[in-house]
């Protein structure tokens, strides 16, 4: 198995994108896409005694990690829906409901025509329109129905859920830059290997987590992770000689290994041997002297974070079909984002800030159930000159694409649970 690697600080950037879902009522079902879930070692066997005298704390950090997982992805629907609703409001739009969640409501309350509420199913959320209400009390031709308004007061509100993201995103990595700092990784020398499989080749050649490949024969001095992964594709069941650079007994001291693999043969024929490569990146922090030092910092971060973001949701619809069985909802996320609180809690402004561009790039495709969908419906309207598309044709498109990502997020759901660690070790 040769995979990218989530490092729980999210060093890499190796995130893909959170998909949600809407209609006319702007509803959203958050889905992750490709995201690897940091796995956890376990070296030591310890004594019942160690093992329960641990289990409190341990126990309680999970909970804490996440609750907060949980929150910064309940806080991103929130800020989604909050700007389709604030937008609907500025231009005098009638709303009936705010929502988080799907399914029954925890909490409602009701402030002047609007209700909130706090529903059990955590899928996402939704800003309710009175349009098709027949019970709303509102006149079919009311001018102040979602429907009934001009184009451009349609765009600004399907839109303002992708915008607040974005302008959400940016405000979280600016406190990032003012707070902790902003990441700034230097390139190094050779591929590192995170992690090695217990009995694959790379383990019965002596490979080992932490090894830092420097050099093999017919690449570079300085591999990359993708010339190495195409050299074991193409080596199966040949000797593939690989120089190493190991940890010494000393903090800095390292020495130089020679070692040689024979990769396994896949069942599509290609070699395999059972490793995770990332680049060797050293990752510090930069604090801002002042603030226009942070605002530098910040939109640094927020344009490489931005393309990562979108390099990946193109990559992902390139290869849609190698990358399915690593669709993940948010199940995954909250996972991940523990993980990530566990490890370091300065992880989740990225974390976060990342969830917040994933969920604005995927609403901006043009599919059914996305926003990017209903502004394409709109601006397909504006093109045929203000001649409204029947409305049956474009309940029918909406409903089904609301059907097909419920139905994807269900499933997601109940098997990204199934492989939680906790499950599978029931």
Same mark, same amino acid.
């Given at each position: ?59 309680? &950090? ?100 992708? &915008? ?10 600016? &406190? ?176 976060? &800030? ?73």
């Amino acid at each position: 198995m040769i995979t990218t690697h989530l490092s729980p600080t999210l060093k890499h950037r190796f995130l893909s994108p959170l998909h949600s879902t809407s209609q006319s009522h702007h509803h959203h079902l958050l889905v992750h896409l490709p995201l690897p879930l940091p796995r956890r070692h376990r070296h030591l066997v310890k004594p019942a005694a160690a093992v329960a005298a641990a289990a409190a704390p341990d126990l309680l &950090a999970s909970v804490e990690s996440v609750a907060s997982a949980a929150s910064v992805l309940a806080a991103i629907v929130l800020v989604h829906e909050s700007g389709h609703f604030l937008a609907a409001a500025s231009r005098g739009i009638h709303v009936s409901q705010f929502s988080i969640g799907f399914g029954p409501a925890l909490a409602r309350f009701r402030l002047g025509p609007v209700e909130y509420a706090l529903r059990a199913i955590p899928l996402g959320g939704y800003v309710g329109f009175p349009d098709d209400d027949p019970e709303s009390g509102f006149a079919p031709d009311d001018p102040d129905l979602l429907r009934n308004r001009p184009v451009p007061d349609r765009l600004l509100v399907v839109s303002a859920g992708v &915008a607040a993201n974005l302008a959400f995103a940016f405000l979280i990595v600016y &406190a990032q830059a003012l707070t902790v700092g902003v990441p700034v990784q230097a390139q190094l020398p050779g591929v590192l290997v995170p992690e090695v499989l217990p009995g694959s080749a790379a383990a019965r050649a002596g490979l080992l987590p932490g090894d830092i490949i420097l050099a093999v024969p017919g690449a570079a001095p300085d591999p990359s992770v993708p010339v190495l992964v195409d050299l074991i594709k193409a080596s199966p069941s040949k000797k593939v000689p690989l120089t190493v650079s190991r940890a010494g007994p000393g903090a800095v001291d390292r020495r130089s290994v020679e070692l040689t693999v024979v990769p396994d043969t896949s069942a599509d024929g290609m070699g395999r041997i059972g490793v995770q490569l990332s680049p060797n990146v050293m990752v510090t922090r930069v604090r801002p002297k002042n603030l226009a030092d942070a605002t530098v910092l910040a939109v640094r971060e927020f344009t490489l974070l931005t393309g990562t973001v979108f390099d990946g949701l193109r990559q992902t619809l390139l290869n849609f079909s190698q990358s399915a069985e690593k669709v993940s909802g948010p199940v995954a996320i909250i996972a991940v984002g523990a993980e990530v609180a566990r490890s370091s809690a300065d992880g989740l402004f990225q974390f976060a &800030a990342v969830i917040n561009l994933n969920l604005a790039a995927i609403n901006l495709l043009p599919l059914p159930a996305l926003d990017g969908g209903t502004l394409a419906l709109i601006l397909l309207e504006a093109a045929r000159g203000g001649r409204k598309i029947p409305r049956e044709v474009e309940q029918g498109i909406m409903s089904s694409g609301i059907l097909v990502v419920l139905m994807v997020g269900m499933f997601l759901i109940v098997r990204d649970t199934l492989n939680l660690d906790f499950i599978k070790e029931m």
